[in-house]
């Protein structure tokens, strides 16, 4: 399977839209865009966040146009179901995972702060 595909896969597995996952990456949607058809290979920096998003190890991009890499900052092995969450919890759920693996733990507080509240 060809990068973009994964990149596909991956992201319907999720259940989130091209949109969603370039504001994750922080980048416009024709990039993101470019990266699923393969016009533009998808830098390291931004494998690595979509190893976290979709809590998939960094080789699981590994395919024939690209060489293998050592392990991305993945959660442990248990996978929650992207596809059973509401969409604004989806994408929260990939905020999280981002925050954390980029070791910023007020921004990671303040967003838990803020689900607390939310369920009072």
């Given at each position: 399977?060809?990068?973009?595909?994964?990149?596909?896969?991956?992201?319907?597995?999720?259940?989130?839209t091209q949109q969603q996952v370039a504001e994750?990456?922080?980048?416009?949607?024709?990039?993101?865009?470019?990266?699923?058809?393969?016009?533009?290979?998808?830098?390291?920096?931004?494998?690595?966040?979509?190893?976290?998003?979709?809590?998939?190890?960094?080789?699981?991009?590994?395919?024939?146009?690209?060489?293998?890499?050592?392990?991305?900052?993945?959660?442990?092995?248990?996978?929650?179901?992207?596809?059973?969450?509401?969409?604004?919890?989806?994408?929260f759920l990939a905020q999280i995972r981002l925050?954390?693996?980029?070791?910023?733990?007020?921004?990671?507080?303040?967003?838990?702060?803020?689900?607390?509240?939310?369920?009072?």
């Amino acid at each position: 399977m060809l990068m973009k595909d994964k990149l596909i896969s991956f992201r319907k597995e999720a259940g989130l839209t091209q949109q969603q996952v370039a504001e994750l990456l922080g980048v416009d949607r024709s990039t993101y865009t470019c990266y699923e058809t393969g016009k533009v290979m998808v830098p390291i920096s931004k494998l690595q966040q979509l190893a976290v998003i979709y809590n998939e190890d960094l080789n699981a991009f590994n395919t024939s146009d690209v060489l293998h890499m050592c392990s991305g900052p993945a959660d442990p092995p248990e996978k929650a179901d992207m596809r059973s969450l509401p969409k604004d919890e989806r994408m929260f759920l990939a905020q999280i995972r981002l925050l954390k693996a980029m070791g910023k733990t007020e921004e990671l507080q303040e967003a838990l702060s803020k689900l607390t509240q939310e369920e009072e």
